[in-house]
């Protein structure tokens, strides 16, 4: 039985708007686990980048905890607080906006170890080159600024950049979703290599659900702030329960699509609500083909459906 590292408990995250609060992030609670891939899908706006930044103390939370190791990261002291930040980076989507323009790549890569190491430059010099090459890239790339690398190229120095702190947990935010097709393999391969060299532990945001599959050792799906199913991967994708995730799942394009995939899609209607004004009872219920007046009064708990298997639906 693997070791927790992440123990989060009725996360919420709120940002006030105006007059109006956004309820980002509504009462989340899971597990990670030390060595594995947890990923995270739902549409976009559905709170997953806030799950994950909040997660990292990016963002503060409006409630819940964090516990990291088994302790509060708000009783964390200011240099726990450090290695706390050193030892959990992330991965973010855009590869461009992430890098600093007016720097180079080996000043990127140094500017953490700068922070966090005692060592000479001679010997930053030789990690940075000894991580290019890690991440796929020659030498040469140290003294280039981010615009003359290509988007897979900046995605490398990216993973170089986290990679230099030693971390122990990455946070992956669309980490291919701004390359090219014939990138993608390549970036996911990399991140899965260091995986199993360094015994990183991986939270991953995707929309890719194919990807999702291949690279996951367990999956939660969120759903306007709120997590509707969470369970192991194979689990979840042969048998997913909630209305929700059964939609994203049908919408999976196949290679040889047949009629009775066509008629088995489940076609949603309307738009998911604003998160300034959440409905009553189950947040996905204004869209459910399913839903009766007990899923538009009553808020249905994430109950354990057997093998481990969360969800939150009044359906069984």
Known sequence: MRETLFQIQD???HFI????????????SFDINKGETLSLV???GCGKTTCARTLLGVYEPTEGSVLWNGQDTKSLT?????????RNQMI??????????????????EEGRRRHFSETAAERRKLVK???ETVGLTAEFAARFPHELSGGQR?????????ALEPEFLACDEPIAALDVSIQAQILNLLMRLQRERGL????ISHDLTMVRLVSDRVAVLYLGSIVELSDTEELYSNPMHPYTKALFSAIPKVEPDSNWLNARVQLTGEVPDPAHVPAGCKFAPRCPYATEKCRQKVPPLTDRGKGHLAACWQK
């Open 11 to 13: 996360l919420t995250k």
């Open 17 to 28: 708007s105006g007059k109006n609060t956004v309820r980002a992030l509504d009462g989340v």
């Open 42 to 44: 739902g549409e976009s």
């Open 78 to 86: 200011r240099a726990q607080r450090t290695d706390f930040r050193r």
């Open 92 to 109: 973010f989507q855009d590869p461009y906006a992430s890098l600093d323009p007016r720097m180079t790549v080996a000043e990127i890569m």
């Open 130 to 132: 000894q991580l290019l």
């Open 155 to 163: 995605q490398r120095v990216g993973i170089a950049r986290a990679l």
């Open 201 to 204: 532990t991986y939270l991953m």
